[in-house]
């Protein structure tokens, strides 16, 4: 997010002093955008959070689209910046709908419970030892850490 916000006050740098005062806003929304990143990622992750645009960001972007190209070169800037600023706020969004995904308890019980009962399941007719004991906690440790890592598929 940062390196799209360097490059939206570039290309407006690039655009000429008709584009001042929106570097201006733009520097001066970063702080309460970065205030409600780390906010959110405080927030309690029971409660559901409303998702608004900010003042800030409202009034950047109506003037971004206000500017008035006077050549073709000011008119692609314009558009890329338009564009720059979409993904930004894209990349805001996907950061809010990330916040407070934690995995719910009741999912995480029955999750425990199932694999549970597979390697209980799997011991029943074996003789129990240690090293059938130790073996089957580390499958379950593995299957368990392939789950929540977020990298398996189930």
Not at 46 to 56: I, R, T
Request: hydrophobic share 45%.
């Amino acid at each position: 997010m940062t390196a799209t916000i360097i490059l939206l006050d570039d290309l407006l740098a690039q655009y000429g002093p008709e584009a001042a005062p929106l570097r201006t806003l733009l520097r001066q929304g970063i702080p309460p955008l970065a205030n409600r990143i780390w906010q959110e990622e405080q927030s309690p992750t029971g409660k559901l959070v409303h998702f608004e645009s900010s003042a800030e960001s409202l009034a950047f972007e109506n003037q971004l689209e206000r500017l008035s190209p006077g050549n073709d070169t000011q008119r692609s800037l314009q558009a890329r910046a338009i564009q720059t600023f979409t993904e930004a706020a894209q990349i805001r969004l996907q950061l809010f709908a990330r916040t407070g995904g934690s995995i719910p308890v009741p999912f995480l019980v029955i999750v425990v419970f199932w694999l549970g009962a597979i390697f209980v399941s799997a011991t029943l007719y074996a003789r129990t030892n240690r090293v059938v004991m130790a073996s089957l906690f580390v499958c379950a440790l593995s299957f368990a850490g392939r789950d929540f890592s977020g990298s398996g598929t189930g």
